[in-house]
């Protein structure tokens, strides 16, 4: 008796374990798809982890000049975004771009950048499922 | 580890101590290191002023770049980070200019500064030699080389060493600075100017950065050269004005019209006064 109940409690464990496993978001293996996807003439720059378990939100910072494009980019694993929404807003919290205009949702933003600045990448979920994602961030002039 | 095997005890006595001083310092500070850690990715890569200048018909200079026969004057780990990020900014050009013979100098000292710090593994020295063999590799040169060195800084800032990523980060951007000022100092032109004024923006980063650092002498005696600098940008305004961009859906990519604007107010001689103390920082640490 003793045997099965420590044999079940184990497997028990293992069970939780691989659920655990699957339900794991992979957000290394989707940034680096999207590092392959970004545009053609497009340096990269940066990749970005999308991993919404448990947040409203997933925010980066980074500096943007005057004069260069960059393009950013969302991968997930159902369909096109999966809900992830990427928004850019400036020092100031003014959204200046974001993959979602008139509830349609894009998978890349081109901004070529007209001011200099810190800038904020927002990543924001449209659906309760599917909050795993990855995101590359690349530039041209 | 494995990567500590490459290392003398004498390197490891070294390392140790100071990053046991810097360690502390952060502690002390009561900053978070996700504080710290999101300043410095924040940071733009000096890539982008390389391949601003190659558009712009700027041709390739190697004497403006840091010999790479320096590497052994490098001695203590304060000095070989911040020189690692210089080099790294100097493969950058080398690799947007497709001058790979140069490249592959550079993946050498690279490779080695990089090893010396424990860092090595990251850096895919074998697989950035074959492509820089060849010039048709060009992109993929210039990507793999962006992720080795955003693999160093990850690793770096999981580990608690985010003090190196702050100075390689630093070395490479002052580079990114001199090959600028250099290029605006032969060939002056009004964007070169605004380029070098934006800079501002990333100086004010970096001086934070360094503000949590303060009871390390090295990089106090750097904040300090760097407060001069500040000093000198203080003369430059940058003037931002929002105004909501346009966005339209364009083949499934949201494409931006940015309405937004700065204006960069730097004179010629604010852009000289620039350059010279920025020669005279990184002489001190190429030196």
Known sequence: ??????????????????????DQCNSDKLSAECIQKLSEGFNFLKSYKVD?????KIEYSYVFMKGTQYMINLCANGTITDGIVVSIFDKNRNKVATSKINGQMVSAINFPCNASGIYYIQYTFDEPSGRCGGSALGFKR | MAFVAGCSSEKKTDEQEFLKTLDSTV??????????????NQIPSPLEISVLLRESGTKFNSSILNETANVSRYNNNYKKALNLGIYGTDLG????????????KYISVIKSLADDLSIGQFFDVETIGRLAANSKNLDSLVLITTLNFNHINHYLQTQGRDNLSVLLLTGGWLEGMQITCQVAAKKPSQELF????????????????FSFYTDDSNMAGLLKDLEELKTAYDKVTIN?????????????????????TTTIDITEQNVK????????IRNKIIG
């Open chain 2, 194 to 209: 605004e380029k070098i004024g934006e800079q501002k923006i990333i100086l004010e980063q970096i001086l934070l950065l």
């Open chain 1, 52 to 56: 919404g378990a448990g947040k409203d």
């Open chain 2, 27 to 40: 502690e002390n500070s009561g900053i978070d290191e996700d504080v710290i850690n999101s300043i410095l």
């Open chain 2, 240 to 260: 931002y004005t929002y105004k909501a961009s346009s966005m339209e859906i364009v083949n499934g990519v949201a494409v931006i019209k940015d309405n937004s």
């Open chain 2, 93 to 104: 050009y080398t690799n947007i200019y497709g001058q790979n013979l140069d490249g592959i």
């Open chain 1, 1 to 22: 008796m003793k045997k099965l109940v420590i044999i079940i409690l184990l497997s028990s464990i293992f069970e939780v374990r691989a659920f655990e496993l699957i």
């Open chain 2, 273 to 280: 006064e620039i350059t010279t103390i920025t020669n005279s």
